[in-house]
């Protein structure tokens, strides 16, 4: 078994389905072609996706159209994604590399996403690390940069990276392996093929060791950021319904603690690409900004400043808002909270996050809404206030108030959802029958 054969095996142990991306290029039709024999010898769907860019015309197309014949031939699942890169880069103001990465990215994990795929394979080699590390020093980049890409990366896996793209082409022509030409690979414009073309050779020059050397430098550095690593307080990052919360307090830290907590912070929300020291330090910074205070991240993440954490989270477009819901008897799902309703023996205990309410005091136009304008709330034992001022009082982080499940009749709020229920339905001497309120955070 060859070292390629046998790297392909260790990234793929106890997987049983990936998707894996491929250009046409000799990287990745070896790639292919090493997935497709370990397949016969194991447990493992692949599904193939092909990026087209909408950059090199008819040339991108014949790309596309020989990737599929390939996997027409061999019986593959093949799914072909087109993007518009050009446009995309001019409406975000990205370079087209970083356009073309981002959209490629959003295409792999929709496919996956589709098709119920955790892993992605993927066709990077020894000179992509090489370049990959240079530009990453070149752009400041902490040591988390310095140390590049890596073999087994969250749900990316790259069984090639110990290899070169000289070794990938001699398989690829001893194996008799299809492949295609990128004819972007020559243009200087890609800062990548610049420094490829115009960088390394006199640097290889004067160090002909280039690649083991910075190889060597990046496992050195991957050594120290192992033991910083060990130091870091993760435990005290919390997930809570699709939100990452990092107590403020953390960010006192020194920086190579808690700069560590907010990369885990992105990856928790599965981004992995494109956070950068600049993103980094606007988050670290975002703990002097005033409660409800939010930033702009990169891969459609936000920052929203708590009351105790600094939030990150996947942005929302809209107004999280669910139409009226009659209030009766049963289960209901509203936004990301299920409710359920039931009737209560006279003879209680209460329990935390369960609300008991009078069942005749619930007027008969009783519905679950979002707060609106106006809105007021008297919460038992205490006085009427403005349901805004009460979100303030408990503290609700202000991007949660708009999607905050509450009980109305009319402009009266008659419970917030696992919080307070309002001195109007309350159980008392006189009540005949007790419904039970209980709510499930969904995400």
Request: aromatic content about 10%; glycine content about 4%.
């Amino acid at each position: 078994m060859s070292q390629l054969h046998k790297s392909v095996e260790f990234c793929l142990k106890n997987i049983q389905k990936v998707a894996v991306g491929v250009s046409g290029g000799a990287d990745s039709m070896v790639l292919l072609s090493l997935l497709q024999a370990y397949a016969q010898t194991h447990s493992l769907e692949i599904v193939v996706v092909h990026v087209e860019h909408g950059v090199r015309g008819e040339q991108s197309v014949e790309d596309a159209r020989f990737v599929q014949a390939y996997c027409k031939k061999y019986g593959l699942p093949c799914f072909v994604q087109n993007v518009q890169a050009p446009a995309y880069a001019k409406q975000h103001g990205y370079t087209l590399e970083q356009a073309c990465r981002e959209l490629r990215y959003k295409a792999f994990e929709s496919v996956m996403k589709k098709e119920h795929i955790s892993y992605l394979v993927l066709a990077h080699h020894a000179d992509d690390q090489l370049e990959t590390v240079l530009m990453h020093i070149c752009r400041g980049s902490g040591l988390k940069g310095a140390v590049g890409m890596q073999v087994k990366q969250g749900y990316v896996l790259r069984p090639l990276l110990p290899f070169t793209k000289e070794q990938l082409v001699a398989y690829a022509q001893e194996n008799d392996i299809s492949y295609r030409e990128d004819s972007t690979n020559q243009d200087t414009e890609y800062t990548r093929n610049f420094i490829r073309k115009h960088v390394l050779p006199p640097l290889q020059t004067l160090y002909p060791t280039l690649q083991e050397n910075i190889a060597r430098f990046s496992e050195n550095i991957e050594k120290d950021l192992s033991f910083i690593e060990s130091n870091v307080p993760y435990k005290e990052l919390q997930v809570l319904h699709g939100e990452v919360h990092i107590p403020k307090h953390l960010f006192s830290l020194p920086y190579s603690l808690s700069s560590r907590l907010v990369y885990k912070a992105f990856q928790e929300l599965q981004v992995f690409q494109d956070i950068e020291q600049k993103h980094i330090a606007l988050v670290l910074s975002s703990v002097a900004l005033k409660s409800g205070s939010k930033l702009d991240m990169p891969w459609e993440t936000e920052v929203c400043v708590g009351y105790t954490d600094i939030i990150l989270r996947k942005k929302t477009h809209k107004k999280e808002a669910f139409a009226l819901q009659r209030f009766q008897v049963g289960t209901c799902t509203l936004s990301n909270v299920k409710i359920t309703v039931e009737p209560h023996p006279q003879t209680i205990t209460f329990e935390e996050g369960v609300h008991y309410v009078d069942a005749f005091k619930i007027p008969a136009d009783a519905v679950w809404r979002t707060k609106q304008q106006g809105d007021v709330f008297q919460k038992l034992g205490a006085g009427t206030k403005k349901l805004a001022d009460y979100f303030t009082d408990k503290k609700i982080e202000r991007h949660k108030r708009d999607s905050w499940p509450v009980l109305a009749s009319k402009e009266n709020i008659l419970l917030v959802a696992g919080k307070d229920i309002s001195e109007s339905v309350k159980i008392d001497a006189q009540t005949e029958e007790i419904l039970a309120i209980q709510y499930k955070w969904l995400k």
